[in-house]
């Protein structure tokens, strides 16, 4: 008996290198050296030169600590934008920056120091600079590297630094373009400050936390009442959760719409030290009429809390009766500590403020114009100036009357109802109430995380509401040099106004002509700009760019000489932040003013006005000559700006008002923002919930195309979550896609011209159906790229290869590409067909997978270079427009179109015949569906004309299929034998293992061939 003959050798099986298991960690590196070896950026700028740009400016990430998991999101976000543009053929370059200057890196140099019990300030300033710009520099050396490993394609040889010379002197040049147009001024205004860190702060760099306060309830006494006389000795009682402003109060502020209520009140058997109010009696309180319940239960709070102390005090309301309208004004009070004399000894008017609300507290508020923006405006108009008694420490300066050098104001104890301002009130007979109980939200620095204060201290300010002259230009162009036959605008103080449009209208009016994606982006950023306060510029700190003024010591008014400016801005750029120095003040000024005569400006630039700047000297200075528009190109330099949600108040905002005060419009096209990535719960981040996700540790464990497909696969426009589980999806997502490539490169083993099929009306309708869904893939992923949308984009594509192909094209088809002869015309035009795929899809993917793209095209291409270097494939969208034969557009069957209603309906009825066999599978009735034998109900007469076109066999994988007027799908086991070679069971296949008659005529033929 002879043995059965192996057909296995006969059977066109795939055949390829490319490996199932990924190996990312391991094959990424050395893919990625090859690019930088090769200098793969620099070929792509090449095949670009000449063609439309498309410039995303990269908003500089903070040189302080390694790559977190918002910085890659970031940066993947970044790269998936310059590569999708580059791949549809737009010159789409990328330089990274950083930002370099600023209080975080100085905090950290500062840190240093107090670790070896030295003393900053008792370094000389350079030396200082230098450390930190090491600090700096270590940082940019180290999250670069992180960032290459990423697979982001940059120019990573010529990034830019804001701490570099020609930077910092372009950032002065731009300072004096504000201050030659007459769009800065030096005025004292209370700014955030932080004691800790002894700076004023940018809204950008204060996060809000919840706190408990200690909330008071003080007396002021009337002395004077012009309009109600009765009022003289009763007291206005005002409620604050900020004690340590009482000391520097003012005036008191009452609203004029409030109703206010005079109690008249016995206090009896009080146990304390009064200096102005009897032992017992009764007074006269007034607090604002809908407060009043409150302000009682504060009171008899109070009482219980010094009765459990041993002293009694109480509370009996004998008459209360309302106040008429106007009967507060012109009224004087005086301050609980008026026995201090001198500061406390001034009167203290009671004044109307629109901004008194009955939300809280008592419905009169006290005002210290040092420690709030209301309580200054309002006293400014009344000509009462501020004191400037908290010091930038937080403590009250030495010669203060109450707690001079004590403090510092933040700390709870100092606050608390028994520290020394609640007690010297409380002795004074001025303190009714105090807990510290109040729970509220309050601004913090987000570097240090100490509680911030509003401080007034002299500071330098860009004005929102001053107009700015039209055609203002400035003696300084972008790179510092002299530009003649310009219009000089003479320095003009905040108060003068000149014509063309505020710096808030023009920022408002960029903002509606700039797209934001998402739109909300829109309505946030308009609405922080069209509230904000003026720019405050000044910081009071070492390490940053400084604000290169000299100022008249008699007229107080700055320097405006375009002379002096220009040789500053060179200074600058040739010896960086250090070339501005009192030694050098006289070269600057030049022969025609005296060194003596003027005051250098000490103060350094906000870090967001560096940061602002960087629009002129990235994409203008032509120092990156891919950056660079074509001569005479107007409007935003930049298509687009891209970071994270916070930048509405933060570089978006001041690139914003930046580039609007200096040259009329945004600097951008296009505004993309993300949200933030959350846990796996949805929870906030942080280090001490032990919750975060280290990419440098995803990469070496997943590699980094699993977190690119992650940052691209989620709805990065909201917040979004990651987390071990959320990357083991990810990761089996991401082996479907590759299963898909590994598939098409060994079915196309040994595909040649030769073999094309170019005539696609030619073709099987089912290859043509495929090219059609290519043809729909292809429009959505161009709407995707133009929309941004790159979780439709990524979910777009992984669908195609796992619905479309996977699990329907490739499935049918795979006997074809097995045993059909290789010159049959059925498995040509399926394996041109998956050509087509492989080169469309080797593209979409790439963005995406940067190092597995590049992978699979070297394992098909060896010698065809990079697949970055490739351009979007051509479609032929006609594809997505052709008809199987006849069938019409459109059908009577529920409006339907005829293609799609047809394949739709198809696909359905497979996979319901999938689900019939799979019980019988389970009972082992049949071993395979090419067992089964399918009768299949169907009544749909559109569907039943066409089905001819197919075999629905073949569709199905099933030994045979009948389509039958039945109520539900039967399923039998086949009395067919099964052919040896492709595993069919058909009628004309004598005994198990011969063959059937498409198997013999292959075989034959092959053995013939041999």
């Given at each position: 008996?002879t043995e059965?003959?192996?057909?296995r050798?006969t059977?066109?099986?795939?055949?390829?290198e490319?490996p199932?298991k990924?190996?990312?960690?391991q094959?990424e590196?050395?893919?990625l050296?090859?690019?930088?070896?090769?200098?793969?950026?620099?070929?792509?700028?090449d095949?670009?030169?000449g063609r439309e740009?498309?410039?995303l400016?990269?908003?500089p990430?903070y040189a302080?600590?390694?790559?977190?998991?918002?910085?890659?999101?970031?940066?993947?976000?970044k790269?998936?934008?310059?590569r999708?543009?580059?791949?549809?053929?737009?010159?789409?370059p990328?330089?990274?920056?950083?930002?370099?200057?600023g209080?975080p890196?100085?905090?950290?140099v500062?840190?240093q120091?107090?670790?070896?019990?030295?003393?900053k300030?008792?370094v000389p300033a350079e030396?200082?600079?230098?450390?930190?710009?090491?600090y700096?520099?270590?940082w940019?050396?180290?999250?670069?590297?992180q960032l290459k490993?990423?697979?982001i394609?940059g120019?990573?040889?010529h990034p830019?630094?804001?701490?570099?010379?020609?930077?910092?002197g372009t950032?002065?040049?731009?300072?004096l373009?504000f201050?030659?147009s007459g769009q800065?001024y030096r005025g004292a205004?209370p700014?955030?400050?932080s004691?800790?860190?002894?700076t004023?702060l940018?809204?950008a760099e204060?996060?809000y936390e919840?706190?408990?306060?200690t909330?008071v309830?003080v007396a002021f006494e009337?002395?004077?009442a012009?309009?109600?006389?009765?009022?003289?000795?009763?007291?206005a009682?005002?409620?604050?959760t900020?004690p340590?402003t009482i000391?520097?109060n003012?005036?008191l502020?009452?609203g004029?719409d409030?109703?206010?209520?005079?109690?008249?009140?016995?206090?009896?058997?009080?146990d304390v030290?009064q200096q102005?109010?009897?032992?017992?009696?009764?007074?006269?309180?007034i607090v604002a009429?809908?407060?009043?319940?409150?302000?009682?239960?504060r009171?008899?709070q109070?009482?219980a809390?010094?009765k459990?102390?041993?002293?009694?005090?109480?509370l009996?309301?004998?008459q209360q009766?309302?106040?008429?309208a106007?009967?507060?004004?012109?009224?004087?009070?005086?301050?609980?500590?008026?026995h201090?004399g001198?500061?406390?000894?001034k009167?203290?008017p009671?004044?109307a403020?629109?901004f008194?609300t009955t939300?809280s507290?008592t419905?009169?508020?006290?005002?210290a114009?040092?420690?709030?923006?209301?309580?200054?405006?309002?006293?400014k108009?009344?000509?009462?100036e501020?004191?400037?008694?908290v010091?930038?420490?937080?403590?009250?300066?030495?010669d203060?009357?109450w707690?001079?050098?004590?403090?510092s104001?933040?700390?709870p104890k100092?606050n608390?109802?028994?520290?020394?301002i609640c007690?010297?009130?409380?002795?004074?007979?001025?303190?009714?109430?105090?807990?510290?109980?109040?729970?509220h939200?309050?601004p913090?620095?987000?570097?240090s995380?100490?509680k911030v204060i509003?401080?007034?201290?002299?500071q330098?300010f860009v004005p929102?509401?001053k107009a700015?002259?039209?055609?203002?230009?400035t003696?300084?162009?972008?790179n510092?040099?002299?530009v003649?036959?310009q219009?000089?605008v003479?320095?003009a103080s905040s108060?003068v106004e000149t014509?063309?449009g505020?710096l808030?209208e023009?920022?408002?009016a960029?903002i509606?002509?700039?797209?934001?994606?998402?739109?909300k982006?829109?309505?946030r950023i308009?609405s922080m700009?069209e509230g904000r306060?003026?720019?405050?510029?000044?910081?009071?700190?070492?390490?940053?760019?400084?604000?290169?003024l000299f100022?008249?010591?008699?007229?107080g008014q700055y320097?405006c000489?375009?002379?002096v400016?220009a040789?500053i801005v060179?200074a600058v750029?040739?010896?960086?932040?250090?070339a501005?120095s009192?030694?050098?003040?006289?070269?600057?000024?030049?022969?025609?003013?005296?060194?003596?005569?003027?005051?250098?400006?000490?103060?350094?630039?906000?870090?967001?006005?560096?940061?602002?700047?960087t629009h002129a000297?990235?994409l203008e200075s032509?120092r990156?000559?891919?950056?660079?528009?074509?001569?005479?190109y107007?409007?935003p330099l930049a298509?687009?700006?891209?970071?994270?949600?916070?930048q509405?108040r933060?570089w978006?905002?001041?690139?914003?008002?930046?580039?609007c005060?200096t040259?009329g419009?945004?600097p951008?096209?296009?505004?993309l923002?993300h949200?933030?990535t959350m846990?796996?719960?949805?929870?906030?981040?942080?280090?001490?919930l032990?919750n975060t996700i280290d990419?440098l540790?995803v990469?070496?464990?997943n590699?980094a195309?699993i977190?690119?497909?992650?940052?691209?696969?989620?709805?990065?426009?909201?917040d979004?979550?990651?987390?071990d589980e959320?990357?083991k999806?990810?990761?089996?997502?991401y082996r479907?896609?590759r299963?898909t490539?590994r598939y098409?490169l060994?079915?196309?083993?040994?595909f040649?011209e030769a073999e094309?099929?170019a005539?696609?009306?030619a073709?099987p309708?089912l290859?043509r159906?495929?090219?059609a869904?290519?043809?729909?893939?292809?429009?959505?992923?161009r709407?995707?790229?133009?929309?941004?949308?790159?979780?439709?984009y990524?979910?777009?594509?992984t669908?195609f290869c796992n619905?479309?192909?996977?699990?329907?094209?490739?499935?049918?088809?795979?006997d074809?590409l097995?045993?059909d002869a290789?010159?049959d015309?059925?498995?040509?035009?399926y394996?041109?067909?998956?050509?087509?795929?492989?080169h469309?899809l080797?593209r979409y993917?790439a963005?995406v997978?940067?190092?597995?793209?590049e992978?699979v095209?070297?394992s098909?291409y060896?010698?065809?270079g990079s697949?970055h270097?490739l351009?979007?494939p051509?479609?032929?969208?006609?594809w997505n427009?052709e008809r199987i034969g006849d069938?019409p557009?459109?059908v009577d069957v529920a409006?339907r179109d005829?293609y799609?209603?047809?394949?739709?309906s198809i696909r359905?009825?497979?996979r319901s015949?999938?689900?019939?066999?799979?019980?019988?599978?389970?009972?082992?009735?049949?071993?395979s569906?090419?067992e089964?034998?399918v009768?299949y109900?169907?009544?749909?007469?559109f569907?039943?004309?066409?089905?001819?076109?197919l075999d629905?066999?073949?569709?199905c994988i099933v030994s045979?299929f009948e389509?039958g007027v039945?109520?539900?799908?039967?399923v039998?086991r086949?009395?067919h034998?099964?052919?040896?070679?492709?595993?069919?069971?058909?009628?004309e296949v004598t005994a198990d293992?011969e063959?059937?008659s498409r198997c013999?005529?292959?075989?034959?033929?092959?053995?013939a061939?041999e």
């Open positions: 008996m059965p003959r192996d057909y050798p059977v066109f099986l795939p055949k390829t490319f199932m990924a190996g990312l960690p094959k590196p050395g893919i050296a090859r690019w930088l070896d090769g200098d793969l950026y620099r070929q792509l700028r095949a670009r030169a740009k498309f410039i400016h990269d908003g990430p302080n600590g390694d790559m977190h998991i918002g910085h890659a999101l970031n940066h993947i976000l790269d998936m934008v310059c999708t543009q580059n791949l549809k053929g737009l010159d789409a990328y330089v990274p920056g950083w930002d370099c200057h209080l890196i100085e905090w950290k500062e840190e120091y107090r670790k070896k019990k030295l003393n300030d008792e030396e200082f600079r230098a450390e930190c710009r090491a700096a520099q270590h940019v050396d180290t999250q670069r590297e490993r990423l697979g394609n120019d990573w040889d830019y630094l804001t701490m570099d010379s020609e930077a910092e950032i002065v040049a731009e300072l373009k201050a030659e800065l205004k700014v955030m400050w004691p800790v860190e002894k004023a940018a809204e204060v996060e919840d706190i408990v306060s909330q309830d009337i002395v004077e012009p309009n109600l006389p009765s009022l003289v000795g009763a007291y009682v005002i409620w604050t900020t340590w000391p520097v003012q005036a502020a009452y004029t409030v109703e206010y209520v005079v109690i008249n009140a016995m206090m009896s058997d009080v030290a102005d109010m009897e032992n017992s009696g009764y007074r006269d309180f009429k809908s407060l009043l319940p409150q302000f009682i239960d009171y008899v109070e009482a809390r010094l459990e102390l041993g002293i009694t005090l109480g009996e309301i004998d009766h309302d106040l008429p106007g009967a507060l004004v012109g009224a004087i009070a005086r301050h609980p500590m008026h201090l001198g500061f406390f000894a009167p203290r009671l004044l403020g629109d008194v939300e507290g419905g009169l508020v006290h005002m114009p040092d420690h709030g923006e209301d309580d200054f405006l309002l006293c108009a009344h000509g009462i501020p004191v400037f008694a010091e930038g420490d937080g403590k009250y300066r030495a203060w009357l707690l001079g050098g004590e403090g104001v933040i700390n100092f608390a109802p028994d520290g020394p007690t010297a009130l409380r002795e004074a007979g001025g303190l009714l109430a105090a807990s510290a109980d109040y729970k939200s309050y913090h620095s987000w570097r995380k100490a509003f401080r007034c201290t002299p330098w929102m509401d700015i002259a039209r055609g203002v230009s003696s300084l162009d972008t510092g040099g002299r003649e036959d219009t000089q003479p320095f108060e014509p063309g505020t808030r023009k920022a408002v960029a509606a002509a700039t797209r934001f994606v998402p739109e982006g829109r309505n308009g700009v306060p003026d720019w405050v510029l000044s910081r009071q700190r070492a390490w940053g760019v400084p604000i290169t100022v008249d010591r008699k007229s320097l000489d375009p002379a400016n040789r060179a750029k040739a010896g960086g932040v250090d501005w009192d030694a050098r003040a006289q070269e600057y000024l030049g022969p025609d003013y005296r060194a003596d005569d003027y005051e250098r400006v000490t103060d350094i630039l906000d870090v967001w006005f560096d940061s602002g700047s000297f990235v032509g990156w000559p891919d950056l660079m528009r074509p001569e005479g107007t409007g298509d687009m700006y891209l970071e994270g949600s916070d509405h933060g978006f905002q001041s690139s914003l008002l930046e580039s005060a040259r419009h945004a951008y096209k296009t505004v923002t949200g933030f846990d796996s719960k949805g929870m906030k981040m942080s280090k001490s032990g990419p540790k990469m070496e464990v590699g195309d977190i690119r497909l992650w940052a691209l696969s989620v709805d990065f426009t909201e979004h979550r990651i987390g959320i990357l999806g990810v990761a089996d997502q479907k896609l299963n490539f098409l060994g079915a196309l083993d040994g040649s094309r099929v005539d696609v009306a073709m309708e290859e159906y495929v090219l869904l290519l043809a729909k893939l292809d429009a959505t992923l709407v995707a790229v133009d929309d941004y949308d790159f979780n439709t990524v979910r777009a594509l669908d619905e479309d192909l996977s699990a329907f094209f490739f499935d049918i088809r795979k074809c097995y045993c290789a010159d015309p059925k498995r040509m035009a394996r041109t067909v998956l050509d087509t795929l492989f469309a080797v993917a963005p997978l940067v190092f597995t793209a992978e095209w070297g098909r060896p010698d065809g697949v270097l351009e979007w051509v479609i032929d969208p006609t427009q069938l557009v459109e409006g005829g799609n209603w047809f394949w739709d359905q009825m497979r015949v999938t689900e019939a066999i799979e019980p019988l599978r389970r009972e082992k009735e049949v071993g569906s090419l089964a034998e009768r109900p169907l009544d749909d007469q569907v039943l004309a066409n089905l001819g076109r629905l066999a073949e569709v045979s389509v039945t109520n539900s799908i039967t039998t086949t009395t034998h099964k052919c040896g070679r492709c595993w069919r069971h058909l009628p293992g063959l059937c013999e005529q292959v075989v034959s033929a092959m053995d061939a």
